[in-house]
Nanobody, 113 residues
Framework: QVQLVESGGGSVQAGGSLRLSCAAT????????MGWYRQTPGKQRELVAT???????NYADSVKGRFTISRGSARNTVVLQMDSLKVEDTGVYYCRLPTRGLWGQGTLVTVSS
């Protein structure tokens, strides 16, 4: 059974950094596309960053220049490096594997002023 396991959330002050990781377990093949989404208070879930099998990377305008999505060093992992965090980045961050229609359980990121 394929599952997405996220880690790395936590609390940080504005201007700080956090690194989220997502591992796709139970996969017999390598991942192609994967992405990070988030749900912030009072808003619907939104795209944060994704990469595709063709190498395209997309970022939400609100995180461009501050967040970086990349493949992790371990097989079938994806990392979201978040720098210069803002209070408005607070929310639950979800990993998504679109080829399987799977979501991770979510990890909470809290940025305080």
């Amino acid at each position: 059974q394929v599952q997405l396991v996220e880690s790395g959330g936590g609390s940080v002050q504005a201007g700080g950094s956090l690194r989220l990781s997502c591992a796709a377990t139970g996969l017999s093949v390598g991942i192609s596309a994967m992405g990070w989404y988030r749900q912030t208070p009072g808003k619907q879930r939104e795209l944060v960053a994704t990469f595709t099998g063709t190498g395209n990377i997309n970022y939400a305008d609100s995180v461009k220049g501050r967040f970086t999505i990349s493949r992790g060093s371990a097989r079938n992992t994806v990392v979201l490096q978040m720098d210069s965090l803002k209070v408005e980045d607070t929310g639950v961050y979800y990993c998504r594997l679109p080829t399987r229609g799977l979501w991770g359980q979510g990890t909470l990121v809290t940025v305080s002023s």
